[in-house]
């Protein structure tokens, strides 16, 4: 059992990883369009859902969804459903898996394979997401606490550069009262979207109760704008469009005399290379745990010990082998994926909650009955 | 107590069980109906003991039976009753001594060699105490009792392995342990199948749930102070007869880089070595790594001065850094195993020789670069800054993984072998608890406690 600390880790490494997931770019796409009107509107539907799904989740002590569901339907309904809404997190993982290999290729390893590469991710993260559920949580943990005092001093370092516009911050302020549109709201609610991977960790918590609600909605509202704005006051409201990945430009532009490193790219790199990893490593791992959810037997327990295991390989060969296939893929086509996908995602997560909340139903109905 | 039947008596069973021992010792101490047949291993019982305790009171007493009661009564005797209890105490230094009335008693005259209380060789502080644990269970159960002295102190006594048959005692703080934990530890003594138990080390390995780990999860220390401190904060020690260490469980990897040390001081200085321990981990560990994938990957990572530097330096090393690292750190693996099993009196000329001669002719030859020498001279001092030793070679056999990770990946590799390494700590666990994780406020409870034992508010 953990404490309720480790929730606010979930939803931090979720806002943060927002910059690797497209996020900032599909924003920036469509600043002429609403992106403004669509960050501030994001942050009461995120809250709005956050709260709800919690709460759900709270009906449900120490379970995660397949127990939900495998326990309140039948097999025919929850199996496959379990299996749909596996997905959502596969493309999480992969999105940011690829995404990361092709920033590595652009600015790091241009003289390594792609395909090594992405067995290197492959390796540390099929080792991992087959861990228990509380250790991934310790791991997120450590890792973003040793990370945070960075990611403070690269924002300082940003904010008071004297090369930052605030100018151009101005200016894109005046398109506040554009209409927005669906998918750049969908894409500011991507922040919020840690919540939702309490659909297994919920099994760790003892007692969830999330206080300080203001202080994510907060937390996410600052991300946003620093991830929208933030590059747009290094490359100006119209240079930005040019860039494919849009903080790692503006992290490069960023100089500092204090180490033997030089470009704050490449700190910026390690920073980023850690918290991708552990992304990609709960995210697959909400996958293979729902796989295995869908998966199981019933009955017989010495069974069911059998079948995790041909789950876990089986997955482990199907993740990296899909993997392994979408790195022929453009960036461009990338990005479409990551678009859909960042569209799809808050569907997904609505209809994920709907479910939860008709069992919710289905249960109440049953015992006052 | 038991009637000798007709034919042959306990006593003629057991020596012939035990015939064709040189040290075995057969005595008639007088005759006929005053007479007792007596029984021992030499090479096991004290001889003083012998002589002074049950031979001379038997010349000196008036009769058998004033005799038989002083045998009876003298602490530390018992009654012999079945021949594999004779047998056992017997092969422990016990004297086995049968009246001509057939009873039967086993009088404990045991001699233990081991060597007296001296100081730690392998856990030095500077200041603070310097006496270390012994071979012998007793005495070690003295050096920790007399240290912690309370009414909760329990002190259990099992054995393990078939044919060592060593003494394990389990001490642990009644109030302060957790209960689930000892219930799972003695599970698990029970479960150890071996024939011999030789090191407190060993007893880790058969105690933990996998075999194959990279670190280890129990503390084996040496120090008395260190395991009175982890038994006042909940733990259980295992006290190991005839290896001179103890087992602390459960542990966390905290434990591991901390020295007795770091409570002798002042706060401030306290947390500076720790952190210190710390730096000298992350270097021994990725310092190479960060050597390979920066000379061969990503040279541009650095400020174009100790770019060029490093490239200066290599410019006459003819094969890749990686075997260039390799066989420098593999000559230094060499060079402190050298001098850790040589003679005393040999010692410092292997380091003189490997050290001073190797390097700088290796220097100089154009084998390897001179920033080469300094970064594995540095992996080596900050290696020894671990204070426990089983973690030290833990964290000597993980860099090699990191090396290797950079020779394959780059600096993308560490990044990828740090997140690996962390992954892998945290999903280990000592006894059912996490082994390492960034705030282990774990034994707060166990703190506020203490406290409140002490009357503090």
Same mark, same amino acid.
């Given at each position: !059992? ?25 924003? &920036? ?27 759900? !989740? ?120 554009? &209409? ?137 060969? &199907? ?20 678009? &859909? ?29 | ?62 009769? @058998? ?11 530390? %005797? ?36 081991? *060597? ?13 105490? *310097? ?32 044919? *060592? ?102 706060? @401030? ?5 720790? %952190? @210190?321990?710390?730096?000298?981990? +992350? ?43 390799? @066989? ?53 001092? *900050? ?30 590799? +560490? ?43």
């Amino acid at each position: !059992m953990v404490k309720n600390k480790y929730f606010y880790y979930l939803f931090l490494i979720t806002a943060l990883i927002s910059v690797i997931n497209y996020v900032p770019r599909s924003l &920036i796409d469509r600043r002429f369009d609403g992106a403004m009107m669509s960050i501030l509107i994001s942050i009461p539907i995120g809250t709005v859902l956050l709260i709800l799904f919690t709460k759900l !989740m709270s009906k449900f002590p120490q379970q995660g969804l397949p127990e939900i569901l495998n326990g309140n339907l039948s097999g025919f309904v929850s199996r496959p459903l379990l299996v749909l809404y596996s997905t959502i997190w596969f493309v999480a993982g992969l999105i940011t898996i690829l995404a990361f290999v092709d920033i590595t290729m652009r600015y790091i390893s241009s003289d390594v394979p792609s395909y090594i590469v992405i067995l290197g991710f492959l390796l540390i993260i099929c080792f991992s997401m087959r861990m228990r559920t509380e250790s991934i949580l310790y791991g997120l943990e450590v890792l973003l606490v040793l990370n945070l005092p960075l990611i403070i001093y690269y924002l300082l370092k940003g904010i008071f550069n004297p090369y930052f516009s605030w100018d151009a911050v101005r200016q894109m302020v005046t398109y506040l009262w554009d &209409i927005p549109h669906y998918s750049s709201v969908a894409k500011s609610t991507f922040v919020f979207t840690g919540y939702i991977n309490l659909a297994i960790f919920n099994r760790v918590f003892e007692n969830l109760k999330v206080r300080h609600v203001w202080l994510i909605s907060l937390t996410a509202l600052v991300t946003l704008l620093i991830a929208f704005l933030m590059p747009i006051g290094f490359s100006g409201v119209e240079g930005i469009s040019k860039h494919v990945y849009p903080w790692f430009t503006t992290a490069d532009s960023l100089r500092t005399k204090a180490f033997i490193i030089e470009r704050v790219l490449f700190l910026f790199y390690f920073t980023y290379l850690t918290f991708s990893l552990v992304s990609a490593i709960t995210s697959w791992h909400i996958t293979l745990e729902l796989l295995k959810g869908a998966f199981q037997s019933k009955q017989g327990k010495d069974q069911g010990k059998n079948t995790k295991k041909v789950v876990d390989w089986a997955c482990i060969i &199907i993740f990296s082998g899909i993997t392994l296939l979408m790195d022929n893929l453009n960036q461009y086509t990338m990005y479409k994926v990551g678009q &859909i996908f960042l569209d799809v995602r808050l569907i997904g997560e609505i209809m994920l909650l709907a479910t939860i909340f008709l069992v919710f139903r289905k249960l109440k109905r049953g015992r006052s009955t | 107590m038991r009637i000798r039947q007709s034919g042959d008596s306990l006593l003629q069973q057991l020596s012939q069980q035990l015939s064709g021992n040189a040290d075995l010792a057969q005595k008639e101490l007088g005759r006929g109906a005053d007479g007792v047949h007596m029984l021992y291993l030499k090479s096991m019982s004290d001889s003083s003991i012998v002589s002074r305790y049950v031979i001379t009171p038997f010349y000196e007493m008036k009769d @058998i039976l004033a005799y038989e009661s002083y045998i009876e009564n003298y602490p530390g %005797t018992t009654v012999g009753k079945d021949e594999k209890t004779l047998l056992e105490n017997v092969l422990k230094g016990f004297i086995c001594l049968e009246f001509e009335n057939g009873h039967i008693y086993l009088f404990e005259a045991n001699k233990n060699e081991s *060597s007296p209380v001296s100081d730690g060789q392998t856990e030095v502080i500077v200041q603070g105490p *310097s006496d270390a644990f012994t071979e012998n269970l007793q005495v070690n159960i003295n050096l920790i009792r007399h240290r912690y002295q309370s009414e909760h102190l329990k002190a259990e006594l099992t054995v393990v392995g078939a044919k *060592s048959r060593t003494r394990v005692a389990i001490m642990y703080d009644d109030v302060r342990v957790d209960k689930a934990i000892l219930e799972e530890l003695r599970v698990r003594l029970e479960g150890i199948k071996v024939d011999l138990i030789q090191g407190a080390g060993e007893l880790d390995k058969h105690l933990s749930d996998t075999k194959h780990r990279l670190f280890p999860t129990v503390v084996v220390t040496e120090r008395p102070d260190r395991a009175v401190f982890n038994l006042s904060e909940g733990k259980i020690l295992l006290v190991v007869d005839t290896t001179g260490y103890v087992v602390i469980l459960p542990s966390i990897f905290n434990d591991y880089l901390t020295a007795m040390d770091d409570k002798l001081q002042l706060p @401030i200085s306290g947390w500076f070595l720790k %952190t @210190i321990r710390y730096f000298g981990l +992350i270097i021994s560990t990725i310092l190479p790594a960060i050597y390979v994938a920066f000379t061969s990957f990503n040279p541009e990572v650095w400020k174009v001065q100790i770019a060029l530097l490093v490239a200066g330096s290599r410019a006459s090393v003819p094969y890749p850094s990686y075997l260039e690292v390799f @066989i420098m750190l593999v000559l230094m693996e060499f060079l402190t195993e050298a001098s850790l099993r040589l003679p005393k009196s040999i010692g410092p000329t292997a380091t003189t020789v490997g050290g001073l001669i190797l390097g700088t002719a290796a220097t100089e030859a154009g084998l390897v670069s001179n920033i080469m020498i300094i970064i594995v001279s540095a992996v080596a001092i *900050s290696n020894f800054v671990i204070p426990l030793n089983m973690m030290m070679y833990s964290i000597r056999v993980m860099k090699y993984f990191f090396i290797i990770f950079a020779a394959v990946f780059g600096l993308l590799g +560490i990044v990828l072998g740090l997140v690996g390494v962390v992954m892998y700590l945290c999903s280990l666990r000592s006894f059912g608890k996490p082994y390492f994780k960034i705030f282990a406020l774990d034994q707060w409870a166990n703190r506020v406690q203490g406290g409140k034992e002490n009357g503090q508010k």
